[in-house]
């Protein structure tokens, strides 16, 4: 089955600073990719999603983009970090597990922004 | 894009079935209905997926009505560690590509 690497697992910035997040996938080949986020604990808000290399859609206008220079690799950065972009960042792959497609999630990065 | 409604919050006690009840009034002829699970600081699993009427898997069984609007996950004596957030999601099959969306999600809590 597949396997979602995501880093870093925590970390605290300070407004204005930039960011990235990295997420890889192990076990399979030309997936979807999703970048979700999840504040204060409950709903997924979907940022972004990627059907191929190079191929990205944002669903939220905000100052987050995403690349995926690699087949298994999605990134999603910022320039400047703003208060409002703490929470849970999750990375999730489908393909089509079982025939059908399932979702897997990487086991998230919890940022903190002050 | 099927949007789907789910009650906020649920509780029950061990070992009763629970029956959390999802609506998605404009599913798409190519949508599948899954069903995920989450715990604190984890990111969602999913428990059974379906297309219409019932499937049953070793942990729970989804049903889904003929005109496939709503969808109802059962699981069978809850335990304690059923305790999560249980989401409902409406989407297309991987070869159909797209974006997929998650509502607010049930929050179960499972009572000794």
């Known amino acids: 089955s597949q396997t979602i690497h995501q880093w870093p697992a925590t970390l605290v910035q300070p407004v204005g600073s930039p960011l990235s997040l990295e997420c890889t996938v192990e076990g399979t080949s030309n997936p979807n990719l999703y970048w979700y986020r999840q504040a204060a604990g409950r709903g997924l808000q979907l940022l972004f999603y990627?059907?191929?290399?190079?191929?990205i859609s944002s669903e939220v206008p905000q100052n987050l983009s995403a690349s995926r220079p690699q087949d298994r690799q999605f990134i999603l950065s910022s320039k400047k970090l703003l208060l409002s972009d703490s929470g849970f960042y999750l990375c999730a792959s489908l393909t089509g597990g079982r025939g059908t497609g399932e979702l897997f999630f990487g086991e998230g990065s919890r940022l903190t922004v002050l | 894009l099927a949007k789907t409604t789910q009650p906020i919050s649920m509780d029950s006690y061990e070992g009763q079935e629970v029956n959390i009840t999802c609506s998605h009034n404009?599913?798409?002829?190519?949508?599948?209905i899954t069903w995920y699970q989450q715990f604190p600081s984890q990111g969602p699993r999913f428990i059974i997926q379906?297309?219409?009427t019932k499937v049953t898997n070793e942990v729970a069984s989804l049903f889904i009505p003929a005109d496939r609007k709503s969808s109802t996950l059962s699981l069978p004596r809850v335990s304690l560690s059923d305790t999560a957030v249980y989401y409902c999601?409406?989407?297309?099959?991987?070869?159909?590509?797209?974006?997929?969306?998650f509502g607010q999600g049930t929050e179960l809590s499972v009572k000794p």
């Open positions: 379906g297309y219409k």
């Open positions: 404009n599913i798409a002829t190519n949508d599948y």
């Open positions: 999601l409406v989407g297309a099959l991987y070869n159909q590509g797209g974006k997929l969306i």
């Open positions: 990627s059907v191929g290399i190079g191929q």
